[in-house]
């Protein structure tokens, strides 16, 4: 009988394909966790092509952040309507003879009313304006004063003057607005 020499202990090979799963597995779970980590420091937002992804410094670059959830779309109640402020050119006046009594040449008693018309894009209704007015073409200068409320003008149903010539004619003009 001869004396053999020891063997040595041989432990069975792993199958490479093993090793290959093993490295691919933890360069996953690394990549996937700076991935993870890049995505949360960057809001989420992949970096445009062509250029460099942001960079953070100063107390927060240290702090990861979470992406906030997408904002649900917000509802906006409608736009109040905006109203004009009146000035003098958004209004024009028309003089309607109602009566005419005239005494030849001297001249003539007329009554009149005061036609308003205005011309901007819209009054607030809870707002009231004093519209102050002259009539011009009768003897003596007369001036008045209307109230406009939304779209309505408070005016005197009747007004009266005296002409010097029975061919004169009388006109309006807005000289002042004010808010009540």
Known sequence: MGITSPQPVTRPKPPLRWIVAGVVLV???CFGGCGVLLATTNG???PEQGKA??????PSASTPTSAAPPAAAATTAPAAPAYD?????????????LRK???????CNIT???DVTYTGDGLDPSDSYEVTYEVRGAEDPIINTFEVTGDSASVQQEETASTKRSGDKLSAVVTDVSEL
Do not use: H, M, N
């Open 27 to 29: 360069l996953l779970l």
């Open 44 to 46: 989420g937002e992949q």
């Open 53 to 58: 992804a942001p960079t953070t410094s100063g």
């Open 85 to 97: 402020t009146p000035t003098k050119g958004d209004f024009k006046l028309a003089v309607k003879t």
């Open 101 to 107: 009594q005239c005494f030849g040449s001297a001249g």
């Open 112 to 114: 009149y009313r005061i």
